[in-house]
């Protein structure tokens, strides 16, 4: 067993993993409790994030003052104050302790009274305590997947967390991040079925009832509610994952989309920009964001900002395609055309791969490669075939391209919202059928 931790012994053990917990410090920079992102303010999450990959070391002034005050002045009462205000921040009853190690810094301990039942109070610890350890590392897979956003690790998410719910019926992080998981296959504009919406749907009522206070919740009710779309329920809920979750980068992230699909493409700016600043990592919300700004009439932001998630994620490839895909919205040429050939899709590609590419290359010039392109996807779901709509109008397919659009609103392919309302889409509204699809995304009050 174990000896206490001493302040003389920096690399002493000091009881459970944090992990134990369901605490995991991403590679991205977030700090996760059972798999969800915690919703702190930047300097708060990165002095956690250190915490966390350092224990059980105690992490030095010294090293807090390059990695999270990365050169800016930091003063031992600026560090105290970001411990303090960390401290409050915390989750109660989370189980984590931050202890100061005298004329050394502070490390990160796991209280000793973990193990004794918590108070209906803290009804969400209660459940995440049913876990056991390679559950939360199950679940902490599975949303890394999900943050892959190809089809294939959306599956293999799906998957896992039908599987975790089976066997941990009561561990309510599972059924929260298989909302996420059907929520972003929706967002990536793959097919999924109203009953598996509504089923999910009812995971989220059972949450509720059991851990109303559980992070992400409502951020995550109100999506897929927004994938159903049943819009007015979903800005209500909107506003209450604001309300009590301010600092969540996917609860801003979720408005924007919401915001985005019920055309006030200005709101979902501001809401997507707040989402970036509070998750300067993520290339989808960055992706999100340029979209937005095209939609809203500023193509040259749009451009700009679809250039600076490349900057920021130079080994990315859903970040080189989509700027490809602003680039050929914007100012179309025969170079583009080229650097596309060069990136033909793949199984394991980003989702809007294909329709990308397709796009890029019927706009820059290069029909019969753009045919190939959307041929390959003719045996897809009517989300995925819905996708291609641009560049099959830019084919002067607009009959094909028409018939995919009333075949996707058939089906309610939650994604539809936003390929109607997308810039490259807008010489299709003058088409005869446009109108009664729109009717049944957005019905007439």
């Known amino acids: 067993m174990p000896s206490p931790a001493r302040d ?18 991403a590679d991205d920079g977030d700090v996760c409790h059972h798999g969800r992102p915690l919703a702190l303010p930047p300097k708060e999450r990165a002095v956690l994030h ?5 224990w059980p070391r105690t992490v030095s002034k010294e090293q807090f003052a390059r990695q999270v005050w990365a050169g800016q002045p930091m003063s031992d009462e600026s560090l105290a104050r970001c411990i303090a205000q960390l401290r409050q921040a ?13 004329r050394r810094g502070y490390r990160l301990e796991v209280a000793a009274s973990t193990n004794e039942a918590p108070s209906p109070a803290h009804g969400r610890l209660a459940h995440a305590a049913m876990a056991a350890p390679h559950q939360v590392e199950t679940l902490t897979h599975a949303r890394q997947l999900v943050q892959q956003r190809t089809a294939e690790a959306l599956v293999r998410a799906e998957r896992l967390l039908r599987a975790l719910i089976d066997e941990v019926p009561d561990y309510l992080a599972a059924p929260l991040a298989l909302a996420e998981c059907l929520a972003a296959t929706v967002s990536c504009g793959l097919a999924v079925r109203r009953e598996r919406i509504d089923e999910a749907l009812a995971h989220l009522d059972r949450v509720a009832h059991g ?3 559980m992070p992400g919740l409502w951020a995550e009710s109100a999506h897929l509610l927004d994938c159903a779309w049943r819009f007015d329920e979903a800005a209500a809920l909107h506003e209450r994952a604001l309300a009590s979750s301010p600092l969540d980068a996917a609860t801003h992230y979720y408005r924007g989309w919401h915001l985005l699909a019920t055309d006030r493409p200005r709101e979902a700016v501001a809401a997507l920009e707040q989402a970036l600043r509070l998750n300067p990592f993520s290339v989808y919300m960055a992706i999100l964001l340029a979209r937005a700004l095209a939609t809203a009439g500023d193509p040259e932001a749009a451009l700009a900002r679809a250039r600076r998630t490349r900057e920021n994620a130079p080994e990315h490839r859903a970040a080189a395609l989509h700027l490809l895909g602003v680039q050929a919205l914007v100012a179309p040429s025969p170079a ?7 990136l033909l899709p793949d199984p394991a590609a980003w989702v809007f791969a294909a329709s990308t590419l397709g796009y890029v290359l019927a706009r820059c010039g ?5 045919a190939r392109v959307i041929a390959g996807t003719q045996q897809g779901n009517p989300s995925e075939q819905a996708t291609h709509v641009a560049a099959l109008a830019l084919l002067g397919r607009r009959d094909e391209a028409m018939d995919r659009l009333e075949r996707a609103a058939a089906e309610g392919c939650g994604h539809l919202p936003l390929v109607l309302l997308a810039t490259e889409n807008h010489g299709l509204r003058s088409e005869p059928r446009w109108p009664a699809i729109a009717a049944r995304v957005w019905p007439p009050r």
């Open 336 to 342: 583009l055309a080229a650097q596309a050939l060069e």
């Open 366 to 370: 290069e029909a019969d490669a753009a």
């Open 50 to 54: 250190l915490l966390l990959r350092q």
């Open 8 to 25: 003389d012994d920096n690399d002493a053990p000091t009881g459970t993993h944090p992990g134990g917990l369901g605490y995991t410090a």
């Open 211 to 213: 851990a109303p206070h």
């Open 90 to 102: 915390l989750p109660p009853a989370t189980g984590l302790a931050l202890r100061a190690v005298y």
